[in-house]
């Protein structure tokens, strides 16, 4: 039996004219995204895309799971590839429905003919596939509504196609159809989930991560590159610049007023990260802040912090709680890896009372009379370590 995927677009078909684009970015990613487990015949036709094997031996459950995490794809199918001839249909769907007919109790038959040559309407190819299949599974019953199985014959102009699930793909847009955002990484639960989020939305990722040696250590500095890691099957590659910032630090906790010492760190890091996403191209920074979260992220405080960078920022969870957030977290896997108790830059020298509705001249005249050397930070920028996080070559999933 020969099988194939079908990847069902989405919202992709709703792009009008740039829906190719989007189409061809969607299989671009598919290739990346099996390139490790060999060679596919990958080509689209009538809203569908059809992923086919060539190589012996490939693992089709390994491709599905592979393929679910591809934004773009709104929904994807194992089938059964069957000449368009109802013999063959019959010959071969109820050897090929035989495992999961077998532990069912229901099943319904649903047609698709958009060969319309084909001789038999789709109400007669359900009811003469419904009967075959109730005379070789007499256990079995029809449902209509909420079937165990749902058996799906779809005729196409080249050949028919028998499936039996339909799973839930990643949907969005491709990533690299939204242009190209800086994410701001730390070694929490919100920041991986925002890039998550943004990547799902078509953006093209790089991370910045600030670290703080002594105060943070080299396992805080593994578990940020762990989390990167964990985006890759959703993103591809990402170049992670760590920037050193001890210096800033130090000379923030020595030269201004204690409430202040988040707010004009969190000034720095917009700054020092807008560089960098400036030089790589960037159209906007991302981070994973939610409003009313923790002291430092009022409203006011945001928009202190927002007012010293030219790009947009994005905040995808600003409006979701922590639930709902560590469900993201949970589903994308990167939830046990953020609450390894492994200190980041944000957590060294908290204040006891931070300021949560600063204003924005306020902020601006502590920060000058504070009298930070303009040098380090653009020495942070460039000497930020770059690291390349890919997974096309390891089998990552």
Known sequence: ???????????????????????????????????????????????????????????????????????????????????????????????????????????????????????????????????????????????????????????????????????????????????????????????????????KRGLELIAVHFASPPYTSERARQKVISLGEKLLPYTGRIKLFIVPFTQLQEQLRDRCPEEYFTLLMRRAMMRIAETIALREGCQGLITGESVGQVASQTIQALGVTDCVTTLPVLRPAIGMDKSEIVAIARRIDTFETSILPYEDCCTVFTPRHPRTRPKPEETAKIEAEANLDPALLHQAAENAELLILSNRYSGMR
């Open 1 to 199: 039996m020969k099988e194939i995927i079908l990847l069902k677009c989405g919202e992709l078909v709703l792009k009008g004219q740039n829906r190719n684009s989007f189409e061809d970015a969607m299989i671009k990613n598919t290739r990346r995204r099996l390139e490790p487990l060999g060679k596919f015949h990958i080509w689209k036709s009538q809203s569908t895309v059809y992923v086919e094997p060539l190589t012996e031996g490939i693992s089709m459950e390994e491709a599905v799971a592979r393929l679910q995490t591809v934004f773009g794809i709104a929904a994807l199918c194992p089938a059964l590839v069957v000449p368009k001839d109802w013999a063959a249909i019959c010959a071969a769907a109820p050897d090929y429905l035989a495992e999961d007919l077998a532990g069912a109790k229901t099943f319904k038959v649903n047609a698709k003919r958009s060969d319309k040559a084909f001789p038999m309407k789709s109400p007669e190819i359900c009811r003469e596939l419904g009967g075959l299949l109730l005379s070789r599974f007499p256990h079995l019953k029809v449902d209509v509504e909420d079937p165990d199985v749902l058996v799906t014959v779809e005729v196409r102009e080249k050949d028919a196609y028998v499936h039996k699930r339909q799973l839930p793909g990643a949907g969005g847009i491709p990533v690299g159809t939204g242009g190209k955002a800086a994410l701001l990484l730390s070694g929490g639960i919100d920041s991986p989930v925002a890039g998550y989020m943004m990547a």
